[in-house]
């Protein structure tokens, strides 16, 4: 998984946060996305969490 890019539907935004912080050792930016899938499960994902560059 590509971790400074993680895509979460909203049941999954918080594991999505606690790994990007786990890999970055920095706090994410979030957005919201449509038509991609969740990272963690087979859901359309709801966010994009990502570096701020
Ligand atoms: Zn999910």
Redesign the pocket.
């Known amino acids: 998984m590509d971790s400074r890019k993680i895509y ?2 909203k ?2 935004v918080e594991d999505a946060m606690d790994d990007f912080i786990n890999y970055e050792e920095t706090f994410p930016i979030i957005e919201e996305v449509k038509g991609v899938k ?6 359309d ?1 709801c966010y994009i969490i990502k570096s701020k560059e």
């Open positions: 979460a539907c049941d999954h969740c990272n963690y499960c087979e859901n994902s």
